[in-house]
C-alpha cells in the first residue's frame, strides 16, 4: 500500500500550517532531540547558552556552530606556569604486570589476534594485547565491578588499550562509536588515582576528562561513578549551560576525578574554583569532535595548566590531520592502536545505486525511486539536496504531487526543525528533505534497514 493510497497524509495541510498545529509536539519529545544531537552536534555551549537542546543550537545548522569562535577570549587571564620538574613531586604511573598467560603468547599469536580484530598499533615497545578481562591485571575491586556487569569479553580496543594505558604510556585509542572507549580509559584512571597520595584541601582532580559535550560528560559521569564507587572514588562534571553554584561546592569538596567541557572548565580555573596542579591523567575524549566544535584554542589553555610529564591519552572515532597534530603537540613518545579502518568506509549492508541523469528526467527519476521506496509500510526516505533552496523546492514538488516530505536546513528555526525530525523519526512524515548538514550520525536514530538515501546534487 503505498503511501498516497492510504490517505494517512493530509494534503490540505500546508508545511508551516503542520508546524504551526502541532507545534507542541516538538517539546514533548526533548530527550530524543537531545540524542540526536549527541551524535549530530549538540554540544555545550561553554559561553553560558548550552543545554538548550536541538543538535547544533547556536548558528548554522546541525553540529554546526563554532564553539570556539565565542570564546577566543576565554582563558586569556590563564598564565602558563613554569614547570620545573625537578621541584614537582614524583607520581607512579606504570601499573602494568603482564599476566603469565599473556607473555605465554607468541608473536603469531598476537598477530593473528590483531588481524582478527582489524587492530593496528604504532609505536615503540606496545604491549601485548589482552583477551580476558583477568589478564587485564585489574584490582579485584575493579575487576569485581567489571565482572558484575555480565560483559562477556573485553572489546578489542578495550583488550589493546588497557595495557597501553595501565602502563602508563602517552596514547591514542581510535576505534568506532559504541566500541566501549570510556571503560577503555577510566578503569586505567581509577587504578592511577589508588596509587597517589589522597587528595588534600585546595586540591584539584589527579583525573581529568575533557569531552565535547553535556550528554557525553554526563555519560562519562555514571561509568566513573559504577566504577570508582568501591574505591571511594569521587567525581565531578563541568559543563556548561546550568548554573555554576553547584559545580562549584562539588569542586570544592574535593574529587579525584574531573570531567569537563572545555569553556566551563577554563571558567573555573580563572574563577579559582578549581586547580589542574594533581593532574597526572588527563584523558581526551572525542577529540574529533572537540576540535570540529572549535574547542581547540580551549584545549590548548588547559592543557598549559598540567604539568607536563602527566600521562596522556587521546581517545577518538576518526583520525583527522587536525586531531594528529594536536597529539603531535601534546603526547610524548605516544603509542597508538586503531580498530577498524581509519577510512570511513561504505557499509557491506548497503546498495548502492548511482544514476547518472540529466536535468530534465531528475524528477522522473526521483518520483519512481520514490514510489518503489515508499511501498514498504516502514520506509524511511531521506532525500539530500545541495543547498537550501532545492531543498525547499523538492519539498514544496513533493508535497504537491501528495508525497509527506518536509524540510530541514540550517535557515529554519530550532523549533521548527525540531519537530520536522521528530516527524520523520516517529515515521508521521517519512520523508525528510535535507541539505548535508543532516549528515552526520543521522543513521544512529532512523534504522537503516528501511532508510533510503537520495542525494540530488544539483540545481533542481
Ligand atoms: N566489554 C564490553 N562488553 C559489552 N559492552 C560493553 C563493554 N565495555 C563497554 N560496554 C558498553 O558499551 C556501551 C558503549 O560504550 P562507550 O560509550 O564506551 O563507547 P564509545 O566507544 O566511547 O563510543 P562513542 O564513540 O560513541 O563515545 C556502553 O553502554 C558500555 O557500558
Ligand atoms: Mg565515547
Redesign the pocket.
Known sequence: MSYRQGGNFDRQGGYNSGFQQRGGDHRGDRGSDRNFGD?GGFRDNQGGRGGRGGFGGGRGGFGGGRGGDRMGELGGHLQKPNWDLDSLPRFEKNFYAEHLDVSNRSQKDIDDFRNKHEMSVYGTDIPKPIETFDEAGFPPYVLDQIKS?G?????A??CQGWPMALSGRDMIGI??????????YCLPGIVHINAQPALERGDGPIVLVLAPTRE?AV?IQA?CSKFGASSRIRNTCVYGGVPKGQQIRDLARGSEICIATPGRLIDMLEAGKTNLRRVTYLVL??ADRMLDMGFEPQIRKIIDQIRPDRQTLM?S?TWPKEVQRLAHDFLNDYIQVTVGSLELAASHNITQVVEVVSEYDKRDRLLKHLATAMEHQDTKLLVFASTKRTCDDITKYLRDDGWPALAIHGDKQQQERDWVLNEFRTGRSPIMVATDVAARGIGKYFPPKFLVLLTFKFEF
Open positions: 551524535r556487569q560483559f562477556p569479553t573485553p572489546t580496543i578495550q576505534a568506532a562509536t559504541g566500541s566501549g572507549k570510556t571503560l577503555s557525553l555519560q561509568e575524549d572525542e581517545w572515532a
